[in-house]
């Protein structure tokens, strides 16, 4: 079970304990989460979507810096995957890595992952929480808004979208699901959303083994444009979890009672973080996870905070989710009506310091009315009375003849 999270990598902890405390009180080792036959299949799958939805966000985003949450972006997804129908669900199962495995347990496993997680180590603070927001009126069925809330405890509310303060409504409750660390997702709502998946991941935790303060000094950093620049640079000599390879050094740094912990991956010399990226598959991960030996290493991490702002539905796309964003998309399981999937933004904020890492992301999932038009009866187009009539090239436009009857002769 020692592999259960590496996808939690992503989903970094943070502390507020004062530097000057007489006593260090090292809390006892957390106790592995035992999971019943069958849903330890699901973790693999999901810390398979975790790296896939990585390099394909790496990609295709254009920033220097890019943090996401893979476990929140997971949520929200499987929380739209329960309204999905035919080919448009098969497509989010195989984006989700879902296959071969039941409705029942797939739900089970985010239940238990909501359940268990947040209270494995009683000195990190990580919440989960999710929402539903639907138009007021809009005619949701009551069976995936029931699956909503006995397996991932939504919060489920109707909402005038229509009045401006719907915005706040939902912003607020993303702030407060965060700690204030996103206090706004959204900057408006369009006139044909019908709803609103929301999920919120908090999660603060201490070092197990602090960097002292003033051991942090100004030191240089080489960006990926070759630049140096300036950073604090924290430093210690301890004992971590080590392990080195051709393509990288890799550091194990535990929070709290060692449930969480920061895995650093450090490319050698010679290689990017994006060669790392493609070398690692989740076998060669859980290869390096598994022979990991205690060693003395001279630490240097600098501190340093990072948001990200990212729209999620190009890389899901290539990752084969593709129906879910067309006029071809089938969500008959949320309601008899024509719906799509037009937005899913990733907002993430983390600050790493001497103390800790505090992190938080939002992943919310916009579902509209497509645009498949209403049907028309059948036009009748009866000339029996006078009319005009032009003739024209087509590819310019240009009129060869005008005319008009004014009465037409039997001949």
């Not at 084969?320 to 399981?333: E, H, Q, R, V």
């Not at 003739?391 to 005008?402: A, M, P, Q, W």
């Amino acid at each position: 079970m020692k592999n259960l999270f590496p996808l939690l990598i992503v989903l970094l902890s943070v502390s507020c304990t004062s530097q000057n405390d007489p006593i260090i009180q090292v809390p006892k080792d957390a106790e592995a989460i035992v999971l019943r036959v069958g849903l330890e299949k699901r973790v693999t799958q999901d810390n398979e979507f975790a790296f896939d939805l990585f390099r394909k966000t790496f990609a295709d985003s254009k920033e220097t810096n890019v943090f996401i949450s893979p476990l929140s972006v997971s949520i929200a997804l499987g929380m739209a995957w329960n309204g999905a129908n035919g080919a448009t669900k098969t497509e989010m199962e195989t984006a989700l890595k879902m296959s071969g495995m039941s409705i029942a347990d797939i739900n089970d496993y985010y239940k238990v992952m909501q359940t268990t997680l947040p209270g494995i180590d009683p000195t990190t603070k990580l919440s989960i929480a999710n929402s539903l927001w639907y138009r007021t009126g809009f005619p949701v069925k009551t069976d995936f808004l029931k699956v909503n809330t006995d397996y991932f405890n939504a919060y489920v509310k109707e909402l005038d979208f229509s009045k401006a303060w719907a915005v706040d409504t939902i912003n607020n409750w993303c702030s407060l699901k965060t700690n204030k660390m996103i206090p706004k997702v959204l900057s408006e709502i369009q006139d044909n959303v019908v709803m609103y998946i929301a999920n919120a991941v908090y999660f603060k935790g201490i070092w197990r083994k602090k960097f002292e303060k003033a051991n942090t000094n100004e030191a240089n950093f080489t960006n990926e444009l070759g630049n140096s620049v300036k950073v604090n640079m924290m430093y210690q000599n301890d004992t971590f979890a080590y392990t080195s390879d051709a393509y990288a050094q890799y550091l194990d740094m535990p929070y709290g009672n060692k449930a969480f912990s920061m895995t650093v991956i450090l490319p050698t010399d010679g290689k990017t973080t994006n060669d790392v990226l493609n070398y690692l598959t989740l076998d060669k991960w859980n290869s390096i996870l598994q022979n990991m030996p205690s060693n003395e290493v001279e630490v240097y991490f600098p501190r340093f905070k990072n948001k990200n702002e990212l729209e999620l539905i190009a890389p899901l796309k290539n990752m084969g989710m593709k129906l879910a964003f067309n006029d071809s998309a089938d969500f008959t399981n949320i309601a008899d009506a024509n719906l799509l999937i037009s937005m899913i933004k990733h907002v993430t904020n983390i600050e790493v310091t001497e103390e800790g890492t505090e992190a938080a992301a939002v992943t919310i999932i916009g579902i509209r009315l497509t645009s498949m038009p209403i049907e028309q009866p059948t036009p009748i187009f009866r000339v029996n009375k006078p009319f005009m009539y032009v003739i024209r090239e087509k590819s310019t436009g240009v009129i060869l003849f005008i005319g008009k009857m004014g009465n037409v002769e039997k001949f």
